[in-house]
């Protein structure tokens, strides 16, 4: 039998639905229309089109996006300097940064320099500490995303083993956290976990966010299991994810790659843009 597909289209399209409602009645009440601000350093070409991605999905809900790049070749200065700029911008509701920055610059620093209020991705040491303590501001995308798709497809979460192979502070740790605050035993793995196989094998629900391509084989993963891929690896031109095509035959659920948690990371970005603009100005 093949797993059930947890289908992140299907679940975000539900979600730009409810937005676009909610937008539409804000602004025929006389309330600000939200505004979502991006940054972008450097043209990488992916970057770009998860930037263009993101502001399509905002304004298709009924939300304002800017684009605000600065060259390859910009200092952590320049770029604390824009995103401070954008933080006193009374028109702005959420930042994004998006990541990653070229090398010459201070991430860390970029960063803290955010609005906590602004922050729809969640990074900034005052979100990310709420999230550590069980009451979040802002909950990062990504994770969000997880859980929210979780719930939606009825995947029991509480008392179930949570595997979580990755430990990155964007995707491993915080959704580490979303999963405990939903009552699973979560267990976090790395490149330095011994027998990281048996490990997973124990896993009724399994995340895997490594970036290594098709890592986790069928013989990894527990009969009946809930497997979240999160992984964007190339793989002859085609993007492919970490959980090897197989699996599909040994789960019980499963996300598919692309089509799974990336339409999640999406819905979630503008729906923290709407809650950041009702936050700050009601």
């Given amino acids: 039998m093949s797993a059930i597909r947890l289908d992140g289209n299907r679940v975000a399209e539900s979600i730009y639905e409810e937005l676009a409602a909610r937008v539409a009645a804000r602004v025929a009440a006389g309330r600000p229309r939200p505004h979502l601000a991006a940054v972008l350093v450097g043209a990488d070409p992916a970057s770009l089109n998860y930037v263009r991605m993101k502001r399509r999905n905002a304004e298709r809900v009924g939300i304002e996006s800017s684009d605000h790049r600065l060259p390859e070749t910009a200092s952590t200065e320049e770029v604390v300097a824009l995103v401070s700029g954008l933080n006193a911008d009374e028109g702005v509701s959420g930042l994004l940064v998006q990541m990653p920055l070229p090398g010459q610059v201070d991430a860390e620093a970029v960063v803290e320099a955010l609005s906590p209020v602004k922050d729809v991705d969640g990074l900034h040491p005052f979100n990310a500490g709420r999230l550590s303590l069980g009451v979040p501001l802002v909950k990062p995308c990504t994770p969000a995303g997880i859980l929210l798709l979780l ?95 197989d699996v599909v035959e040994i789960a019980g659920w499963l996300t598919p790659n692309p089509g799974g948690v990336g339409p999640m990371t999406r819905a979630l970005l503008v729906r923290n843009t709407y809650d950041a603009e009702v936050r700050r100005r009601g």
């Fill in 151 to 245: 719930g939606h497809y009825q995947v029991p979460l509480e008392g179930r083993r949570a595997v979580v192979v990755g430990r990155s502070n964007i995707v491993g740790k915080p959704v580490s956290l979303l999963l405990l605050q939903a009552n699973a035993t979560v267990t976090i793995c790395h490149s330095r976990t011994a027998d990281l196989r048996a490990v997973c094998r124990e896993a009724d629900v399994l995340v895997s966010a490594v970036g290594k391509t098709f890592y986790i084989g069928p013989d990894w993963v527990k009969p009946g299991a809930a497997v979240v891929d999160v992984g964007v690896n190339r793989l002859d031109g085609k993007v492919v994810g970490d959980v090897h095509p």
